[in-house]
Each structure stands twice: as C-alpha cells, then as structure tokens.
C-alpha cells in the first residue's frame, strides 16, 4: 500500500493512535522503574542491617571463642592440678599403709611376746605399763634386788629377748621420806639407782642393752596417796614401773611430711 495514496485524515488518525500508546506505556514503564527503585532501596536497607547483625554476631563469637579458650585452659590446668593432687594423695595413702603395716607388726610381736610371758598392758595416760604380776619393790632405803624378784626379771628377760624390736623403761619410785648418806644424796639418787639395779641384771639375763633405758621418779609420783604415812602406803610407793616404749620417728615423719 502507498502511503501516500491513504486519505489525510486517516492518516493523522493513525498517527494519532500510535504516539497515544506509546506514552502509556512510557508511563507504565516509569511506574515500574520507581516501584522497582523503591524495593531496590528497600532489600539494601535491609542488606545493611544483616551485614551489621553479622558484624555483630561474628564479633559476639569471636568473644565466646576466646572464653572457651579460656576454659579450656583453664579445665586443663585443673585437670593438671586434680592430677598432682590424686598423685599426691596415692603417696601418702601408700606411706600410711606400709607404716600402719609397720606399726601392727611392731605391736602383735609386743603383745604376743607380753601374753607369752604372762604379764599384761595398762594403759595410763597415754603411756602403755606392763601390769607386773609380782611387781618388784624395794626395801627402805636400799635398791638390792630380792630373790623373789629372780622370777619376775626371768619372765621380763625371757620377753625382751623374744620381741628384740622392743624396748622398756624402767622407772624407779621411792617413798616420801628424804634420804641423805654416803649412797644416795636424795631420792632421786636413789630411785635411779633402783632402775638401773634392775637394768643391770635384765643385761645379765642376756638382754640387749639397747632395749632398756633407766629412769628415776624420786617421790614425786606416788602410786597410793591414801594414809600416806603408813607402812603398806610406803611400801606400795617404793615400786618399780615398767614402760612399753613405742617406735614413733617414722609417725614423727610422717607428721612433717604431711604438714608440708
């Protein structure tokens, strides 16, 4: 078809037409370009507050990042320290035991030895006695041995020499009355002097010397107060005691041991 040939306004018509609908669409297109525009600003926003919630959460990690490092540090060291410790407490646990062995073994040897002789333990404040069944008492003023005493020395002899870990004091007493001669400045001269009578003749029953010790008390720690004026009271102070002597170093060790 020849334009040219279309009648004018027809042709005006058709012009008309075509600028109507692409105005239009211009306007729809600008619409949607602004609408577009607005969520574009929209999603940064929100882009922007994700990337600063991300800023906030990495650096709320990387805090509970480094506290768990510190714990685990920390746990190690406690971990090390429970370690030490346990050791420690296995040590001593140990020690305990072979002392305790050492002590009940010290201890049935002593009481088997004391039930075979015959005699028994007292224990008095905080001392072990061997409670003697014909004790040995002295004459006034004197530290001689009697013949009825040969028995109770056999007996104690007999006892030391089958316990050779065990050791006794022998312990003079005297009466209340002061002495003052050629033997004897004082009581305590003198109740010395019993002790180391009767120490003497244990070593000559075959007693090892290491096993006993000598000791004296003087009057100073009578066994009867009542009428202590009396002849039976007297005679009851002028005695002889016999100590069980325990082996307390290694208890003393292990005190220290235990305090550092």
Known sequence: MNVKRLPLGLLILALALGSCVSKKKFTELEQEKTSLASSLESLEKKVNM??????????????????????????????????????????????????????????????KAVSESGQRITELEDMLYLDLEDPINFSTGSARLNKEDNQTLEELADMLNKA????????????????????????????????????????????????????????????????????????????????????????????KESGT
């Open 50 to 111: 994700m990337e600063e919630d991300n800023k906030e959460l990495s650096a709320q990690k990387d805090q509970l990042t480094e506290k768990v490092g510190m714990v685990e540090s920390k746990l190690k060291t406690t971990e090390s320290e429970m370690a030490s410790m346990n050791k420690s407490v296995e040590d001593k646990q140990a020690q305990i035991n072979v002392l305790r062995d050492e002590i009940q073994g010290a201890f049935a040897d002593v009481e």
């Open 164 to 255: 050779p870990n065990m050791s006794l004091i022998i312990e003079g007493h005297t009466d209340d009355r002061p002495i003052n001669n050629a033997n004897y400045q004082d009581n305590w001269d003198l109740s010395v002097a019993r002790s180391v009578s009767i120490v003497r003749k244990l070593i000559a029953m075959g007693v090892n010397p290491k096993q006993l010790t000598a000791a004296g008390k003087g009057e100073f720690q009578p066994t009867v107060t009542d009428d202590p004026t009396s002849q039976e009271t007297r005679a009851a102070n002028r005695r002889t005691e016999v100590i069980i002597v325990p082996k307390i170093g290694k208890l003393y060790q292990l005190s």
